[in-house]
Each structure stands twice: as C-alpha cells, then as structure tokens.
C-alpha cells in the first residue's frame, strides 16, 4: 500500500514519557507520506483529523500509534472496506508498563511503529461479501426447547420450519398433564404449556411444521444452507439461513444396570416407563396389575457413575419429585421413598422440593444402592446410608431414574471415550497416555447417531465431543457449535432440565438471528464478530496437502475430489488457523497474513551482541493474552524491556516461518501466549493452542539437529483474569534467554 500516514497521540502520558520528535523521524526515516500529532488523538476532533486525511487522499492508509487496539474502538472505526488502517499501542505496551525517559523505552516506542508500519504496508482493503442470505430458521427437533425455539425466531420477525421424527411435536413431555413448576408458585405442579405452544405456532402462518420428518442431507453454509427433508409426502427441498439442533435425548440403557434389577423383575421400570403408566390414567404394578403400596425411586441409576455416565443429567431430580406429587395426588394411600446421593434442586425448586418432602408417605433416604433382588415384592439394599452402615427397603414397585443420553451420540461410545479420556490423563507413561487419547478420538464422532447429515469435509454432523454432547467454547459462546450457524439447545446440547431447556432453545434461537442478521453483513460471528474480511486462498501454489481443511475446527473448508480446498467464506470465523497451518503460505486475510506478520518480524531491531540487549518476539493471542497484557499495563505492571508483541488472532494462525524468520534475524527468543486449551477452558478457536504446542514441538526439534537451544522457543497457556502473571512470564522467559546467551545467528 502507498501513502501511508503515521497519527501520534501525545496524551495518557505518552508525550512526557517518549521523545516524539524520535518518533516522527521513525516515520519520516520509513516513507511516511504525512505524521502528524495530537494531544488526543481519540477526541473527535482527532478521530475526524485522521477521518479527513484518508478522505480526501492524503493517506492512503492510517497509523494509529495511541493506546491499545482495543480500547477506543468506536472513535477508531474507519470504514475497513476503503481504508486500512492499524493501531500501535504506545500506551499500555510502552508507557504504562515500563520508566518513562529510558533509553530501552524509547526503543521500544521506536521499534512498535516500525513494526506497525511494516504490517500497515502489507494491509488492503476489505472486499464485503455479497451474497443473498435466507431468513429462515430451521429448528431440528419439536420438543420443549425446539418449540420455544421456534417461538422465539418467528416472534423475532423470521420464517421458521420445524422437522420433528415423531408423528406429533411435543417431545418427552408431550403425554404430561403436569410438569415441574417453572414460575412461581414453585410448590405445587403446572399445567403442561406444550399445548397452548404448538397450537400457538400451528396457527402460525410463518412457521412450518414437519412431522414424522427427518432431515435427509444439509449443503451450503449461513445463510445458505439447502436443506433437503425426507417427509411422510417425499423430498421437501428448502434453503435456511441458521440451523437449531434440539433433538433431545434419550435415557440410558437401564439393561447396562443389571445389579439395579432392570430386566430381572417386571417391577422394576424406569422413569420414562412410570411417565407412561401414568398418562395412560393408571398406577398399576406390572407383573399383577394391582397399585403398588410402595415405591421407590433409585436416583442417579447409570449417571454419575465412571463405569456408565460420569455426568450428572440435572432432569433426574425434578422429574422424580413431579412423578411423586402426581402419584400423591392420585394415590395418597401410596408410599413412596426416594433413595439419593444428592438431591439438585438449583433456585426456587428448592421450595418444591420441600412441598413434596412435606406430604404423608413421602420419604427421602441418602445412600447408595447396592442391589436390587426378588421378582414380586422387592428387596432394594443400601449401603453407605447417612445413618451409616448398612439398610434394606421392601418395595412393590422400583422406579430407575436414569441419566440422559443425548440423542447425537451413542451411550457406550460415551462410556468409551469417557474411560479413554481418565486414561489419557492418569496414564503412567506418554505411550498408554498416547494410546487412550487415539481411543478417545475414535469414540469422540458419531457411531450411527447422524441427525443433520452435513456436506461437512469433517463429518456429517455436529462434533460429539465430550460425554457426546457438541460443545464448541462453552464458557465464552454456551450455545455455540464447532459449525457455524448451526446452535444446539435443549439437552443435546448439555444435561439440563425442562426449564433451562425452553430457556435454552430461546437462546438458541436469538443467536441463529443474530447469525444471520451477520451474514447479511458479511460478517464474522463471535469471537471476531463485525469481521468482515475473508481468507484468500492462491490455489495456484497448493499442493493438497490438506492440513488446512484438517486442522480447521468449523468444517468451513470442504475439499473436492483432488484434496483441493473449497472455501465456505460464511462457515469461516477467521481465526487464521488454516493460514498457520499451510506449509506453502499461500492463505492471507486483506489485514492479516503471513507475509505481513514476517514483514513485521524483520522491522524490529536486533541489537548487536556487544551491546548485550537481547530481543524477544512474543506473539500473543488476542483473546486472552493481550487483554491480559493490557489490563497489567492499566494497573502499570512492567515487564521487561526487550520484548517486542506482535497480536495474532490465535495461537494456531502461527505459521512456522515466523518461527524460522525470527530466529535467522538474530532473534534470541520467541514466546507465544495463548488461551488454555482442555475442556474445562476453551480456546476461543476450540484447539489453537494445542496445534500451536504440537508445531512448536516438531520445531524444538529441529533446533536441536541446528545446536540451537529448544529452550529459545516457548508456548505459555493462560486466562484472561491472570494478568498479573503475564509480565511474570516475560521476565522469567527474558531471564531465560540471557543465561542462554545471544542467538548464534546473530549478525548472519
């Protein structure tokens, strides 16, 4: 790009911390077709100087060298689609955190708007998306939280197709007459909603309702999604724009229970078999007819459990108090004991609780149960009682309240990979701990569990990940997915119960709008949301070697029959990864890319050895280690003086030449901070730092064939909130690298 200009703020301190004159004579000494000052850049009236300089073609591109990228975002919001423009944080990364007046300092300031310019130089404008985008929402699955789904999308304006399997909408809690109270008052039973729901969206001329339907194949991407399902009338052909899953669940597989007596006695019966017997309007012992004296409920049967489900389902609890009011009501003759391990009745289901706790011939007994025997009357024995020691009750009738299995996956690959993955993390030598992690892998797909039937490279449904349930971040996005524009909700998406679950599809439901609203836009959704820039793929230099479409983790990437890559532009979250993981560099985003990253790498100074500065290079991710460097800098923790930080959208967009390029320059050390990776911390891109790990590995590797130190390159994982540990990192690397002593390619 030509005619770039530099913008210099002097307020926050800067101007009394640096010499500025050094600065213009920086932008002078590099080409800058103007640099100008001012004492608050981020006023309108500064904001409107750099405004009118790119308007009226002074500057063909902008240098903001004032506070960090991410503070003052609206007064720095240029239209991306005519300019580019790039933000040096002379604030927090220079005056903020280290002594103002200091020759290092000064270097620092210098080196930055270098490095900002160099990356502004390779920068273009965006080009916009320009596609026609489809406004309805396809809801996959007509249960309580795809209904509310429903609801949700269409009271938003947007057209809305239902495809449910069974023959009418409703789902588990169709056949009910009473359900768990979602509003006060909470101590007694509801009356169902479902029905007043689907009547409410039947007589809904912007909502379609499929049943006795499934969806036979999905293409495209946001906002067009082609959909086909296969109907009790034929082929429905149909386009979408954002797709909710909430397909539900089913209970576990009661004959794995075998100490439990499931299978061995007629009655013994599950939770969902009671629910049947009494919306049939009968209480009835199976194996005589006759009502049963006494019940009792087994919780947490084949959940919480490391040899079954090592989850808690949370529905458990709710539905075995709503199953026990409803007998009382009907039967009040009949006794009923609940035996438990914890009962989990989060916020105002509490008082539930205590109303059923409260009613003649309801009985709560904490322990486990060891076993279930005989045929007609039954003995269930307890152990570990709170009593303690050992006990036995007689029942007539033994109810099984089991965990909930989401309908995308299979119950014993989830047990599967469950095991697989204890194993990974307690086996005794990285080789069983290789071995399990392969058989977690195995496990972690779909085992004839397919539901939406994508045109996906890397498979034709949502990922089952852990326990089967498809997560993408679950902490920062709860009802994000790994593909994007498609929302899970309901219990697919996580154990919950009924309320959390119409809680849940509403959710859902806003963030397909939101999705498509984006698409609309051309834009990215979270976490680069308003995004509108896309990857640029040279296919001329491809090799189809296919780590792109691999190591994506949206499937945004499709391959054709070559291996060659086929860009879903609206699936993309521009993460990069696919850019770090090409070997042949031929990826780049208008204001990102390799070049420009390694353009930035060789603008920085290297100190000669005698003068005994050593220069670090940290990358660091933006989602969490620059906050976290930023909020250090508000709270003016330094850090030491030779690191130079170059953002990147996450740790998996590094490409190894950076690596090779710092390190060929002179470059002593080179630390790339990044987000935790593992299930109880997400990446915000799902595995970049974990391909970052792996990558940087093989290249530690190949230091030590070169006699360089492996110990030069470091990958570090931390959170958002752990900012005071971030300059304690650097310094300690910065220590590190001096009693290594100078790069030996210094001076080559």
């Given at each position: ?18 010499k500025l004159e050094g600065l213009t004579a920086i932008a002078e ?70 002594p103002a007046g200091d020759e290092d300092t000064q270097a620092l ?528 923790r330094g850090w030491n003086p030779w690191v130079r930080v170059i ?102």
């Amino acid at each position: 790009m030509e005619r770039l200009g530099v913008f210099l703020c002097s307020g926050c301190g800067i101007g009394e911390a640096l010499k500025l004159e050094g600065l213009t004579a920086i932008a002078e000494e590099l080409g800058a077709a103007a640099c100008r000052t001012h004492p608050c850049l981020c006023s309108p009236e500064g904001a409107a100087e750099v405004r009118a300089a790119l308007d009226d073609g002074t500057v063909g591109g902008a240098l903001v060298a004032a506070c960090s990228a991410r503070a003052k975002v609206e007064a720095f919001a240029f239209d991306p689609t005519r300019h580019a423009v790039e933000r040096v944080s002379l604030r927090e990364q220079v005056v903020w955190s280290h002594p103002a007046g200091d020759e290092d300092t000064q270097a620092l300031a210098e080196d930055l708007l270098r490095m900002g310019y160099a990356r502004l130089a390779k920068a273009g404008a965006a080009k916009p998306l320009a596609e026609a985008i489809e406004r309805t929402v396809l809801v996959v699955g007509g249960g309580l939280a795809g209904l509310t789904a429903a609801r949700t999308a269409a009271d938003l304006g947007h057209p809305v197709v239902v495809v449910e399997k069974a023959a009418a909408a409703g789902g588990s809690l169709a056949a009910l007459a009473e359900v768990v109270p979602a509003g006060p008052p909470y101590d007694t039973l509801h009356a169902n909603p479902l029905p007043g729901l689907i009547a409410e969206l039947t007589a809904n001329d912007g909502v379609r309702i499929f049943t006795g339907s499934t969806v036979a194949s999905i293409t495209g991407q946001p906002g067009q999604f082609h959909v086909t399902l296969a109907t009790p009338a034929g082929e429905v052909a149909l386009t979408a724009g954002a797709i909710v899953q909430a397909t539900g669940s089913r209970p576990y597989d009661a004959t794995r229970l075998g100490h439990l007596g499931y299978g061995a006695s007629p009655n013994v019966v599950t939770a969902a078999e009671l629910d049947a017997m009494l919306a049939a309007g009968g209480l009835k012992r199976p194996s005589d007819g006759a009502v049963p004296r006494r019940i009792v409920f087994i919780q947490c049967a084949g959940s919480r459990d490391p040899d079954h489900l090592p989850y808690c389902s949370a529905d458990c609890c709710s539905a075995t108090l709503r199953q026990i009011a409803t007998i009382h009501h009907s039967h009040p003759e009949v006794e009923t004991a609940v035996v438990y391990r914890d009962i989990r009745t989060p916020g105002q289901l509490e008082r539930f609780f205590l109303a059923v706790q409260q009613q003649p011939g309801s009985l709560f007994l904490r322990g486990e149960v060891a076993s279930v025997s005989g045929n007609g009357r039954l003995e269930v024995a307890l152990r570990d009682t709170a009593l303690g020691g050992d006990a036995a009750l007689e029942a007539d009738l033994v109810v099984l309240a089991l965990g909930l299995v989401p309908n995308s996956a299979d119950g014993e690959a989830i047990r599967i990979h469950s095991d697989a993955v204890r194993r990974a993390e307690k086996g005794e030598s990285e080789t069983q701990r290789e071995e399990a992690r392969k058989v977690a892998a195995q496990y972690a797909s779909h085992q004839g569990t397919e539901i939406l039937h994508l045109d996906y490279r890397q498979g034709p449904d949502l990922p089952a990940l852990r326990y089967g349930f498809p997560d993408s971040h679950f902490i920062c996005f709860p009802y994000e997915t790994r593909r994007t524009g498609i929302y899970a909700a309901g219990t697919v998406h996580a154990p919950m119960d009924a309320a959390a679950a119409a809680e849940d599809g509403a959710g859902a439901a806003m963030k397909a709008v939101q999705c498509i609203v984006a698409a609309e836009r051309g834009e990215a959704v979270h976490p680069r949301a308003g995004d509108i820039t896309v990857p640029d793929f040279f296919l001329q230099r491809c090799t189809q070697c296919k780590r792109c479409t691999e190591e994506c983790p949206f499937g945004t990437l499709n391959e054709d029959e070559k291996g060659t890559p086929q860009l879903n532009a609206l699936r993309c979250r521009r993460c990069g990864i696919c850019m770090g993981a090409c070997p042949e560099r031929i990826i780049s985003f208008p204001d990102y890319s390799v070049d420009a990253v390694a353009g930035m790498i060789k603008a920085m100074s290297v100190p000669e050895e005698v003068e005994e500065k050593p220069r670090i290079l940290a990358l660091m991710c933006e989602n969490d280690a620059l906050p976290a460097l930023d909020a250090a800098a508000t709270l003016r923790r330094g850090w030491n003086p030779w690191v130079r930080v170059i953002p990147i959208r996450c740790l998996g967009s590094t490409n190894i030449v950076w690596i090779a390029d710092s390190l060929s320059r002179g470059i002593d050390g080179v630390i790339l901070i990044g987000c935790k990776s593992g299930d109880d911390y997400q990446c915000h891109y799902v595995r970049g730092s974990q391909l970052a790990q792996t990558r940087l590995g093989n290249v530690q590797e190949t230091l030590q064939r070169l006699a360089l130190e492996p110990e030069r390159i470091r990958v570090v994982e931390l959170a958002h909130d752990e900012f005071a540990r971030v300059p304690e990192v650097l310094d300690e690397f910065a220590a590190t690298i001096e009693g290594l002593g100078p790069n030996p390619m210094k001076g080559f």
